[in-house]
């Protein structure tokens, strides 16, 4: 798989290293994607509920579940970077409507990588 590595980064002009940083971006990407779009799913299923408990206050779901809620959105976002760091969590206020916006996801950065083979 190294040599491989190395051909398609010689190909593309580019480090091996930056290849893995690409790729890996791309794949942690696509995993918070699927998640975000897993509890979108899970924030309709609640929304009954949601607007009978917590009307236009903000909530936070993860894996399903709402983790947190609060009608101040910053106060909530640094409760849960606290909890849960980078993870990506859907916040979301509760309205009557069911309309939701699009995702918005951050990409994780790699801030340094150091890649050992062996062979």
Same mark, same amino acid.
């Given at each position: 798989? +190294?040599?491989?590595?190395?051909? +398609? ?19 942690? =990407?696509? +995993? ?10 899970? =924030? ?23 983790? !947190?809620? !609060? ?22 206020? +509760? @309205?009557? *409507?069911?309309?939701?916006? *699009? ?11 150091? =890649?050992? @083979? @062996?062979?």
């Amino acid at each position: 798989m +190294v040599e491989e590595l190395e051909q +398609v980064a010689a190909a593309q002009n580019t480090s091996r290293e930056e290849l893995l940083n690409k790729a890996v971006s791309q794949f942690l =990407y696509k +995993v918070a994607l699927e998640k975000m779009k897993a509890e979108t799913a899970a =924030y309709e299923r609640m929304h009954a509920q949601l607007i009978t408990e917590h009307l236009g206050e903000h909530v936070a779901i993860h894996n399903g579940q709402m983790v !947190d809620h !609060d009608s101040d959105l910053v106060a909530l976002r640094k409760r849960i970077r606290q909890r849960f760091g980078r993870m990506p969590i859907l916040l979301r206020e +509760v @309205t009557l *409507e069911r309309v939701l916006p *699009e995702l918005l996801i951050r990409r994780p950065k790699l801030i340094s990588t150091s =890649y050992e @083979t @062996t062979v």
